[in-house]
């Protein structure tokens, strides 16, 4: 006789420091697929969490940005590899996520890896596009570096939950910044899941943490906390960006504010976001005789 077999159901966390807690509040949400089907359980990341994962991103930071450029890149490397290697789960998550077919869900994961590839390649190449020799009148050399902000605040996009995901958060980690990342609230699964291949990915602990819950709950903390030195509001509506840059003005943050329309992230990224959390550096050495 045949026994009906109940499923193991998974249970989602969050990923902060390089762990996987659950929200120190208890608190959970339904994640439903585009048919309003239950699909799990995700944590509700407090204030306290977003907290905490600000401190695991400050700590991790001076390791990361002190890593050659061409290790951060064989990293990134790294995570496409093992990103592939899950392609399958991704790809029914981000179809449950947001109601694609199987060929446009594998079309998606596809682009997501190929990205983290495209951001892999660029660690060690950015500062020739970001750096110069200026010509000064005098004894010296001028040269100006770009360097890490240091800790990023990232709304994930809503409409994308793994390409959009990886497309602003890829290119904050390969220019040496770390990331404390709110995922999109109604799709947070394909994000979360994207912690346990970065726990395996040789990516330290603390470069990445992921938030999963309400965005209007977390971000505010982030825009004030002053530990957190830029904030990507890619993921945020109208009036939502425009408070948390009210707050984040308060601080002197670095703000990056998204474009009205709708982002195309199937279309090439560009270097923009590469840019967007550089700091440039300048020094004036002597020149020898």
Same mark, same amino acid.
């Given at each position: 006789?045949s026994e009906?077999?109940l499923?193991?159901l998974?249970?989602?966390? %969050?990923f902060?420091?390089?762990?996987?807690p659950?929200?120190?509040?208890? /608190?959970?949400?339904?994640?439903?697929?585009?048919?309003?089907?239950?699909? +799990?359980?995700?944590?509700? !990341?407090?204030r306290? #969490?977003?907290r905490d994962?600000?401190?695991?991103a400050r700590?991790?930071f001076p *390791?990361?940005?002190?890593?050659?450029a061409?290790l *951060?890149? &064989?990293?990134?490397?790294?995570v496409?590899?093992?990103? &592939?290697? @899950?392609?399958?789960q991704?790809?029914?998550?981000?179809?449950?996520?947001?109601?694609?077919?199987?060929?446009?869900?594998r !079309?998606?994961?596809?682009?997501?890896?190929? @990205?983290?590839?495209?951001?892999?390649?660029? $660690?060690?190449?950015?500062? &020739?596009?970001?750096?110069?020799a200026?010509p000064?009148?005098?004894?010296?050399?001028?040269?100006s570096t770009?360097?890490?902000?240091?800790?990023v605040?990232? =709304? !994930?996009?809503r409409?994308?939950?793994?390409?959009g995901?990886?497309?602003?958060l890829?290119?904050v980690? +390969?220019?040496?910044?770390?990331?404390?990342?709110?995922?999109?609230? $109604?799709?947070?699964?394909?994000?979360l899941?994207?912690?346990?291949?970065?726990?395996?990915?040789?990516?330290?602990?603390?470069?990445?943490?992921?938030?999963?819950?309400? !965005?209007a709950? =977390? +971000?505010? $903390?982030l825009?004030?906390? &002053?530990d957190v030195?830029a904030?990507? %509001?890619t993921g945020? #509506?109208?009036?939502?960006?425009?408070? =948390?840059e009210?707050?984040?003005?308060?601080?002197?943050? /670095?703000?990056r504010?998204? @474009?009205r329309?709708?982002? #195309?992230?199937?279309? #090439?990224p560009?270097?923009g976001?590469?840019?967007?959390f =550089?700091?440039?550096? $300048?020094?004036w050495?002597?020149?020898?005789?």
């Amino acid at each position: 006789m045949s026994e009906t077999r109940l499923s193991v159901l998974k249970t989602y966390k %969050l990923f902060i420091g390089g762990s996987f807690p659950r929200s120190e509040s208890g /608190r959970v949400y339904e994640v439903t697929d585009s048919r309003g089907q239950w699909l +799990a359980n995700a944590p509700r !990341a407090s204030r306290k #969490d977003a907290r905490d994962a600000v401190t695991a991103a400050r700590a991790a930071f001076p *390791r990361w940005s002190g890593t050659t450029a061409y290790l *951060r890149g &064989q990293v990134l490397y790294r995570v496409a590899e093992m990103l &592939q290697g @899950r392609g399958e789960q991704f790809r029914a998550e981000v179809a449950a996520a947001e109601g694609l077919s199987k060929s446009a869900a594998r !079309a998606a994961v596809d682009a997501a890896i190929d @990205r983290w590839v495209w951001y892999a390649g660029w $660690t060690d190449k950015v500062a &020739q596009i970001a750096g110069a020799a200026n010509p000064v009148a005098g004894p010296y050399l001028n040269l100006s570096t770009p360097a890490p902000t240091g800790v990023v605040a990232v =709304l !994930a996009p809503r409409d994308s939950s793994l390409l959009g995901l990886v497309s602003v958060l890829a290119p904050v980690v +390969a220019t040496g910044n770390t990331a404390v990342v709110v995922t999109a609230g $109604t799709a947070p699964l394909p994000a979360l899941t994207l912690g346990e291949v970065l726990a395996t990915s040789d990516v330290p602990g603390g470069v990445v943490n992921l938030l999963s819950g309400r !965005a209007a709950e =977390l +971000a505010p $903390t982030l825009a004030a906390h &002053q530990d957190v030195n830029a904030i990507d %509001l890619t993921g945020a #509506d109208e009036e939502l960006a425009a408070e =948390l840059e009210g707050v984040a003005a308060e601080n002197l943050k /670095r703000v990056r504010r998204p @474009r009205r329309s709708a982002e #195309d992230w199937t279309a #090439d990224p560009g270097t923009g976001r590469l840019l967007a959390f =550089l700091e440039t550096k $300048t020094v004036w050495p002597p020149m020898g005789v």
